[in-house]
């Protein structure tokens, strides 16, 4: 017992944060299952960005609700293999335990900030809720907590812009309330998931240094999912190239740019063609 406990806390402490081996993900009907994800293995070091990339249906979407043991929206799904987080395989704990780690240690952004807002509810009462379902905190203390966490994601006047709807704000400031929602219980890994797919170009990198810049300044782990392989460019330590369900490349991104090992990556590089105007394959 007691050995179990040490070695969990020395493993939570040194190990990876994030620790997914051999994840295997059925989904729909078991009698003819699609398969998702064939064996998809990777860590995500403390305070490490790693980015996921790769063609629609690759399944990067998959993997990362798997991290969360959720299934894609509207399907069942089957997991088989480990997804160790902070010393604890997250498959074998039940769904209690589970709902203290989701949102609380993990938290995720989606691609379509409007449809995970609700539309009436002003966005500092959704905060204030998601604050106090996780602590125990006052609505004075709460909303207080809320308005930082508003100016903390770069939205002005946030103690008056607390007090309106999603509806007011634009897409990226929407973006930045959903973030703000994701760090508010100060998760140890934040998933990102095309975070900004829906968003002009300028708007884009904005929220991406937004993210980089919390990941400095909180140390939180931060999986970041793109089709676009210019979107982790200059933005992750480690890019992890998905492909029919599998991880085909890993690697440092610089040295992925410089020199892909795998057929698929290298035409996935030549299909984005920001990258080789700027250079920054080289
Ligand atoms: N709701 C679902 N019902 C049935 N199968 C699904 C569902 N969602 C995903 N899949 C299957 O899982 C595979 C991986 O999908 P996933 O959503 O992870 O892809 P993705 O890499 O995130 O693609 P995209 O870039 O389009 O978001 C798909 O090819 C599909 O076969
Ligand atoms: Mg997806």
């Known amino acids: 017992m007691l050995e179990t406990e040490m070695s969990e806390t020395v493993m939570s402490e040194t190990g990876p944060l994030l620790r997914v081996r051999d994840l295997h993900a059925e989904i729909g009907d078991p009698r003819a299952p699609v398969h998702a994800l064939r064996g998809v293995s990777f860590d995500i070091l403390r305070g ?28 069942k799904v089957r997991l088989r293999g480990s997804v160790d987080f902070a010393g604890r395989d997250l498959l074998q704990l039940d769904e209690s335990e589970m709902l203290d780690i989701r949102g609380r240690r993990i ?3 989606f691609q379509d900030p409007m449809t995970s807002l609700n539309p009436v509810m002003t966005v500092g009462a959704q905060i204030d809720d998601i604050i ?17 966490l508003l100016g903390l994601v770069g939205i002005q006047d946030p103690a008056r812009r607390a007090d309106d709807y999603p509806h007011q704000f634009s897409g990226g400031m929407r973006q ?9 219980c100060d998760p140890d890994l934040l998933i990102a998931d095309e975070p900004t797919t829906a968003l002009d170009v300028t708007v884009q990198a904005q929220i991406l240094r937004l993210l980089l810049r919390l990941r400095d300044e909180r140390g939180m782990s931060l999986m970041l999912i793109t089709h676009d392989f210019g979107v982790v460019a200059g933005m992750v330590e480690t890019v992890n190239v998905m492909y029919r369900g599998r991880i085909v490349e890993t690697g440092r991104v610089d040295a992925v740019f410089a020199a892909p090992a795998h057929d698929y990556t290298r035409r996935l590089l030549a299909a984005t063609p920001r990258l080789h105007r700027s250079g920054q394959a080289a």
Not at 69 to 74: M, S, T, V, Y
Not at 132 to 148: D, F, G, K, P, Q
Request: aromatic share 2%.
């Open 48 to 75: 490490e960005a790693v980015g996921f990339v790769g063609e629609s249906g690759s399944g990067k979407s998959v993997t990362a609700r798997a991290v969360m043991r959720l299934a894609p929206e509207g399907a």
């Open 107 to 109: 938290a995720m952004v």
């Open 132 to 148: 106090r379902r996780h602590m125990n905190l006052s609505a004075r203390e709460a909303r207080a907590r809320s308005v930082e």
């Open 176 to 184: 930045r309330v959903l973030i703000a929602i994701a760090i508010s």
